[in-house]
């Protein structure tokens, strides 16, 4: 099983920029897209302009028009779609969605989350916080269960100082305050959840998953590794290549944002 989840920055602009089609030639079996900032029916559009009408769309649309957005779009049927992730503050913030997808291995539950940026020491921070909190119930109540899950999507942290460049200039900012990294400590600490991309790939500098559109941090490489896929320790075993797809020069950019891919072994 193929998984891509990528921050589309928006999918009408990807589509302009031949994001979408880039992302329906990738071979994937599931697609979770971030920042869709769009109506079902103009997701449906692009989609279909790209091939991938005939797909099952999972999506939920935020209540502030033009913000937020996330979708699961699967070649098979889902079993079973939620929105949301638990306290009713975030059930119209267009952040949250999950599905069961069946697998020769069992159900798989597949996430698109995006986690919005933050800022130290205003209540959007605290907000922030609380999103995941509630991330953190639903991962240990999968992780109890020995579930085959992955939570995929645009986080707006960077764990570890291999994850971003410019790490000193950045350690009292959102994104990569103690407090936000403390959370994947805990997610990691007892091998219920893995960083399948990290795991796979091995030690940084990154290599990184978004870049400004300002100034020259994608030619340089100055970017942060804020896009994941993090697996349940039970499907995390079955995880054999994870890639990212940054774009070969600053013009062939589709987002500000680069995809990640992992391929599943679900046999």
């Known amino acids: ?22 992302l329906a030639d990738q071979g994937a079996d599931v697609l979770c897209l971030q920042e869709v900032r769009a109506t079902d029916a103009q997701l449906g559009q692009a989609l279909d302009e790209a091939g991938l009408g005939g797909w099952h769309v999972a999506h ?15 070649r098979l049927e889902p079993l079973r779609v939620q ?9 119209a913030s267009g952040r949250w969605v999950e599905v069961d997808l069946p697998s020769p291995a069992g159900v798989v539950s597949v996430v698109s ?10 209540p959007r921070q605290l907000e922030k916080y609380r999103f995941l909190d509630a991330v953190t119930a639903r991962l240990q109540a999968w992780a109890a269960e ?9 986080l707006n942290v960077a764990h570890r100082e291999d994850d971003l460049k410019n790490w000193k200039g950045n350690l009292k900012k959102a994104g990569f305050l103690p407090e936000e990294r403390a ?43 804020i ?3 993090l697996a349940s320790r039970a499907l995390a075993k079955t995880a054999v290549a994870a890639s990212v797809g940054r774009a070969a020069a600053y013009d062939q950019r589709w987002s500000d944002h680069a995809a990640v891919t992992v391929d599943y072994d679900l046999g």
């Open 1 to 22: 099983m193929r998984v891509i989840t990528a921050n589309v920055n928006g999918i009408r602009a990807c589509a302009r920029r031949d994001g979408v089609q880039w």
């Open 113 to 122: 989350t995006y986690v919005h940026t933050g800022e130290a020491d205003t």
């Open 227 to 229: 896009d994941y896929q």
């Open 183 to 225: 959370y994947f400590d805990r997610w990691f600490e007892f091998g219920d959840w893995v960083d399948t991309h990290r795991e796979l790939h091995g030690p940084g500098p990154g290599p990184y998953t978004w870049w400004s559109w300002r100034g020259k941090a994608f030619d340089n490489d100055a970017g942060w590794r």
């Open 83 to 91: 929105v949301g992730v638990g306290p009713e503050e975030f059930d």
């Open 60 to 74: 939920t649309e935020a209540a502030d028009k033009g913000r937020a957005g996330v979708a699961v779009i699967s």
């Open 146 to 154: 020995g579930a085959l899950a992955v939570v995929t999507g645009d």
